[in-house]
C-alpha cells in the first residue's frame, strides 16, 4: 500500500513537472495559434490516476508553473480550468475501455467549454478586451489543436500507459 501511493506520486510529480516544460518552454506561439504539448502529461494522468487526483495535479502544475516561470501575475481563475481539464480526462478515460471516441468527447469537452468559453471568459477579465472579440483566435486555436491532441493522446498517452502497466518505466 505504502509502496503504491509511493509510486503514484513519483509519477504524478514526474508528469507536473513535464507538463510544466512542456507548457512553458517547448509550445510554438504564432499569431493565431499555440502549439502545445502539455495536454499530454494531464492525459496521462488522466488514464492512470482518475479524476480527482489528475485535476489536483494540473492545478498543481498551473500554480507551480504560473509562481515560477509566469510572465504575468497569477490568475486563479487559469488554475481552475487547468483542475477541469484534468477531471474531464480523468472522468473519460480512467478505467475506461480504449476507445477512439472517449479521447474525441475529453478532448472536444475541454476544447469548447473549459478552453473556448471559460479561457476566453478569464482573458477577458484580465485585459478587459471584448469576449466576442477574443473569441475567433481561441476558435481557431482549439479547431487546429483538436486532432493534434486526439492523435497524439490517443497514440503516445495509452502506449505510456500501457508501457507502465507493464512494469517496465519505474
Do not use: E, H
Amino acid at each position: 500500500m505504502i509502496r503504491s501511493r509511493v509510486k503514484r506520486m513519483v509519477i504524478m510529480g514526474i508528469l507536473i513537472a513535464l507538463q510544466i516544460v512542456l507548457s512553458r518552454f517547448l509550445s510554438i506561439n504564432t499569431p493565431i495559434v499555440r502549439i502545445g504539448f502539455s495536454f499530454l502529461p494531464i492525459a496521462i494522468a488522466g488514464i492512470m490516476f482518475g479524476p480527482l487526483y489528475t485535476g489536483v495535479g494540473s492545478a498543481i502544475s498551473d500554480i507551480l508553473g504560473a509562481v515560477l516561470f509566469g510572465s504575468a501575475p497569477y490568475f486563479p481563475g487559469f488554475t481552475l480550468s487547468a483542475f477541469l481539464s484534468g477531471l474531464v480526462y480523468g472522468i473519460f478515460l480512467y478505467k475506461k475501455p480504449k476507445k477512439l471516441w472517449r479521447v474525441c468527447c475529453a478532448v472536444a469537452i475541454i476544447n469548447i467549454f473549459i478552453s473556448i468559453l471559460l479561457g476566453t471568459y478569464w482573458f477577458y477579465m484580465i485585459t478587459g478586451k471584448g469576449y466576442l472579440a477574443l473569441l475567433p483566435n481561441k476558435i481557431v486555436q482549439n479547431v487546429a489543436m483538436f486532432p493534434v491532441k486526439v492523435i497524439t493522446i490517443w497514440l503516445i498517452a495509452y502506449r505510456v500507459v500501457d508501457t507502465q502497466s507493464d512494469n517496465t518505466l519505474i
